[in-house]
T-cell receptor
Framework: GAVVSQHPSRVICKSGTSVKIECRSL??????MFWYRQFPKQSLMLMAT?????????EQGVEKDKFLINHASLTLSTLTVTSAHPEDSSFYIC?????????FGSGTRLTVV | GENVEQHPSTLSVQEGDSAVIKCTYS??????FPWYKQELGKGPQLIID?????GEKKDQRIAVTLNKTAKHFSLHITETQPEDSAVYFC??????????FGTGTRLTVIP
């Protein structure tokens, strides 16, 4: 079946630094990818929709200058958390839709210290 | 926009018993309803989905029912096993729109 690979699985960074998370579709092309954020014991909240070759669409309340999204190819989307702060610590998950359903990456646990 | 509610938030069952998780949605245009299983520290995994043109779908021990009139859908797991313990999320989507997730149900299967 369709596989979405997400890296890294865990990252710890210092406050003020930037962190890049990669999301790859391994066996299909994804013109659109989705980025979610999940706080402990909560549901997935859509942050933005990543569109290949064009600007990402951000959900209301998500700072586009803080969460930079690049979708430069049909198989790779990246999320960069810029100037990270402890409140950015969360579980970030990407997904893509190879057919009618959605396939999710394994998630990235970001801890900002 | 779509609003998906999910109940219960936690559910404990004895191994071998059945588990039922229910969701309601608000957008009558929603036509795709997947269910995901999420284990600790991992991304959601699709376990079953149903489209609005059918009322029930079954895959071994897992079944999903959909009532379009009442705008609710349910996940049924029979003969539960300890490895079924996880958080389950329902979701709904209207057309080409994004997925809207329920709040999740933490299922614990007691051996």
């Amino acid at each position: 079946g369709a596989v979405v690979s997400q890296h890294p699985s865990r990252v710890i960074c210092k406050s003020g630094t930037s962190v890049k998370i990669e999301c790859r579709s391994l066996d299909f092309q994804a013109t659109t990818m989705f980025w979610y954020r999940q706080f402990p014991k909560q549901s997935l909240m859509l942050m933005a929709t990543s569109n290949e070759g064009s600007k990402a669409t951000y959900e209301q309340g998500v700072e586009k200058d803080k969460f930079l999204i690049n979708h430069a190819s049909l198989t790779l989307s990246t999320l960069t958390v810029t100037s990270a702060h402890p409140e950015d610590s969360s579980f970030y998950i990407c997904s893509a839709s190879p057919t009618d359903g959605y396939t999710f990456g394994s998630g990235t646990r970001l801890t900002v210290v | 926009g779509e609003n998906v509610e999910q109940h219960p938030s936690t559910l404990s069952v004895q191994e071998g018993d059945s588990a039922v998780i229910k969701c309601t949605y608000s957008d009558s245009a929603s036509n795709y309803f997947p269910w995901y299983k999420q284990e600790l520290g991992k991304g959601p995994q699709l376990i079953i989905d149903i489209r609005s043109n059918v009322g029930e779908k079954k895959d071994q021990r897992i079944a999903v029912t959909l009532n379009k009139t009442a705008k609710h859908f349910s996940l049924h797991i029979t003969e539960t096993q300890p490895e079924d313990s996880a958080v389950y999320f329902c979701a709904a989507r209207a057309g080409a729109n994004n997925l809207f997730f329920g709040t999740g149900t933490r299922l614990t299967v007691i051996p």
